[in-house]
């Protein structure tokens, strides 16, 4: 909303040129009216209510929306009431703000910071027409600290919305465009007058009043549980196709449109004529038709045991119990309204699980835009607009996705195009306590756990709190956290997060993953500790590093053949096998040594604690010193670590070669070999091979003076490639 054309003037400037308080109220007055006359010219859009309405619903959403009349009465708050509304419009619109943000920040204020501004007495945007009034400037630092300690003591709790409601408004005060400085001129928070944020005020506040609790992430549904949901919630699936239509820029509501053989589908050919029959019948007559009516007889004894498998419970009830002679084999209401209740919950769990959505963002999930195929990449794909960060993501998924999507589409009642309605069917023609299709998210967590209850499913975990859709959420992160390496990228993508951080913490927080990365981690220590004992243990390293670990393997091999003689051979060869791989495996695990295979095809060895400067890292550390100008004394005090990617092999201590690993090296000294042999006079009996390698490299050889370089390769690495391959090349092949 842009109010540049308007003559906006401070308090300070109306209280410097008028005398009287009738002067300064009537001047504050005639601005305040040319902000609204000004405000109501700028569509909204994100409501269809007016400016001057005294609700605010977004989106047509009950539960997403300001109540200005509520918390503030128009004839003594409509200052701060046009303050706020205009600050409303400012962050959606501007700063795209999320519209739960927005209301939970607004929400905050009015039912906190106002009532708390009455105590003080004062009219701090608050007047009658043409009496005066303050702005929230006139409120010190110190009074506004006063205020939320109030708050803090009241409610026993201070929120996030709250400060941050105020830091907006100190922050945005200056701010032309808006005239917001009418409002806010002068006001500086307890936060910015102590120089630091809002977060810090807040932990501190917290902190004073014992309000400090753990934050715990969203615990995941184990494999286990979510195999138990999703076997009954597919069966609801049977039936339904999956086919896309040739035609090109398919509409989503086109897509989710049912075909002849979809309405086959046991599950929908059941409820299908429960609605025909209501269609023609009074709700009172509705039930006892029903169980008449022909069609829907033959239809449930053909899937007698389809629906028998779908729940035991509807089943029992809907047949005529011996226990129970008065039923005569009637189906009570009850039944119907759980069948239906089920069947859109088994959808919804199916499509919670494959997108990973929100509460929020599963609830406004829309008919008319969701649902799209990709003719080029030939996969389908879910478009969902973000309610928290205000971005559309698009999400691919399979099959049994698209039919969840197309059931809870046939399933809907209401004319709004909102996928996941309040009800999905209604035997009543009035229902009062049923206003919009809108569902709410404790409703929503209540279906999913009421749909999991129906198959004795708990979904409470072992700290005692309760599964929700948020939990579906981590539940997915952490099975794509275990089955791919680029986790973080994906969940980004998937999630819509704006960063990395976000996705991280979903795998972070994941006991799963945790579990299953230790898991695999422990796997790949074990492996590569069994490798190096195993090198070591057949005299199958090499290096400065390599002659050390033999030294005391063979102390190790006389200690173990002296505590038992009867040992053959063979098992002090295994015996002293396990004992060093459990020695390297501790010091992995223990972290006492880097144990890591260098681009150099060496193993470092280094001991974490050292406190020097390795070879790799000697030039970029001291480049580093001088840069910060930290003397070498000062930096040597902690354990500096290798720089793996300028590894200088087996010239340092550290590197371990062993038969295993260095093949890289062998590989290199082969080359070197080739260059040196075939590209000098100590070439014989050159074959095809070199004739083609001379044809090849020679050029390049003789251009870059490689045979400097080979010749000094192999002086380096002849020696210890020698001891670890000898008997896999010729006899002088190393020595040549």
């Known amino acids: 909303m842009n109010m540049m054309n308007i003559d906006v003037q401070s308090h300070l400037e109306i209280e410097k040129h008028e005398s009287s308080l009738y002067e300064k109220g009537k001047k504050q ?29 977004f989106n047509n959403s009950e539960h997403t929306g300001l109540y200005w009349g509520k918390y503030l009465n128009i004839h003594f708050y409509l200052p701060l009431q046009i303050y706020l509304k205009n600050l409303t419009i400012y962050l959606i619109e501007v700063e795209h703000l999320a519209y739960k943000t927005v209301v939970g920040a607004m929400t905050s204020f009015m039912t906190q910071i106002v009532p708390a501004l009455e105590e003080f007495g004062t009219p701090v945007l608050k007047a009658t027409k043409n009496s005066p009034f303050l702005p929230l400037g006139f409120l010190e630092p110190d009074d506004i600290a006063l205020i939320l300690n109030k708050i803090t003591k009241v409610n026993g709790q201070i929120g996030e919305a709250t400060l941050r409601i105020l830091d907006i408004m100190e922050k945005t005060q200056k701010r032309k465009e808006e005239g917001f400085n009418f409002f806010t001129a002068g006001l500086i928070t307890p936060w910015q007058n102590e120089g630091t944020v809002y977060s810090s005020y807040l932990k501190q506040m917290k902190e004073r009043y014992g309000l400090v609790s753990e934050t715990r992430p969203y615990s995941p549904f184990t494999d286990e549980i979510v195999a138990q949901i999703v076997e009954p919630a597919m069966k609801f699936l049977d039936g339904i196709c999956v086919s896309p239509s040739n035609k090109p820029n398919k509409t989503s509501i086109e897509n989710l449109q049912f075909s002849k053989s979809d309405l086959s589908a046991p599950i929908v050919s059941i409820l299908n004529a429960v609605k025909e029959v209501r269609k023609h019948s009074t ?18 004894a053909k899937h ?23 039923m005569h084999g009637t189906i009570l209401k009850s039944w119907f309204s759980k069948l239906f209740e089920i069947t859109q919950f088994a959808a919804v769990w199916i499509i919670a699980l494959s997108t990973g959505l929100r509460n929020v963002d599963l609830r406004f999930l829309d008919a008319s835009t969701c649902l799209h195929y990709s003719n080029k990449f030939k996969i389908w794909y879910v478009k969902a607009d973000l309610q928290k960060t205000n971005n559309t993501i698009y999400i691919p998924i399979g099959p049994p996705a698209v039919k969840a999507l197309k059931l809870l589409n046939w399933l809907r009642t209401f004319d709004s195009t909102i996928l996941i309605q309040s009800r999905v069917f209604l035997f009543n023609d009035n229902n009062d306590r049923v206003k919009n299709a809108y569902m709410g998210g404790s409703t929503l967590n209540t279906k999913l756990k009421r749909f999991a209850e129906h198959y004795g499913i708990s979904l409470t975990f072992d700290n005692g709190t309760e599964g929700t859709c948020h939990c579906i959420r981590a539940t997915l992160a952490g099975y794509v956290g275990r089955h791919s390496v680029l986790a973080v990228l994906i969940l980004k993508k998937l999630f819509g997060h704006s960063n990395h951080l976000m996705p991280d913490r979903y795998l972070h927080h994941n006991v799963l993953v945790t579990k299953f990365r230790d898991e695999k981690l422990d796997q790949m220590h074990s492996k590569f500790a069994h490798e190096i004992a195993t090198s070591i243990a057949n005299k199958e390293v090499a290096g400065i590093k390599g002659n050390e670990l033999l030294k005391g393997a063979a102390h190790l091999r006389e ?17 002293l096998t396990d004992v060093l791989k459990e020695i390297i495996l501790n010091d992995i695990k223990n972290e006492q040594t880097q144990t890591l295979l260098t681009p150099m095809g060496v193993i470092c060895m280094r001991a974490t604690n050292h406190s020097t400067d390795s070879p790799c890292s000697a030039t970029i550390n001291k480049a580093e010193r001088d840069k910060a100008g930290v003397s070498r004394a000062m930096f040597g005090t902690l354990p500096q670590l290798p720089n793996p990617a300028q590894c200088i092999g087996l010239d340092c201590p550290d590197a371990l070669a062993t038969k295993t690993h260095s093949l890289p090296l062998l590989e290199q000294f082969d080359w070197y070999t080739n260059v040196y042999r075939q590209c000098t006079d100590k070439n014989r009996d050159i074959d095809e091979d070199a004739k083609h390698f001379i044809d090849t490299y020679y050029p390049i050889v003789m251009a870059n003076d490689m045979l400097t370089e080979a010749e000094s390769f192999r002086k380096k690495y002849s020696s210890a490639l020698c001891q670890l391959y000898a008997d896999s090349k010729p006899e002088g092949y190393f020595g040549v």
């Not at 601005?31 to 409501?47: G, M, N, Q, Y």
């Not at 709700?283 to 449930?300: A, E, G, P, S, Y």
């Not at 200690?559 to 015996?575: F, W």
């Open 29 to 57: 007055w005639g601005v305040l009216d040319t902000i609204i006359v000004e405000a109501k010219r700028h569509p909204l859009s994100f409501t269809e209510k007016g400016y001057l309405d005294q609700e605010w619903i």
């Open 283 to 300: 709700h009172t007559q509705c039930v006892k038709l029903i169980n008449r009516d022909k069609k829907f007889k033959k239809l449930m």
């Open 304 to 326: 007698e045991r389809y629906i028998s498998e779908l729940h035991p419970v509807l089943a029992a009830n809907r047949v005529n119990r011996p226990d129970d002679k008065q």
């Open 559 to 575: 200690k173990i053949r002296l505590e038992n003689d009867s040992l053959t051979e063979m098992d002090v060869h295994k015996k």
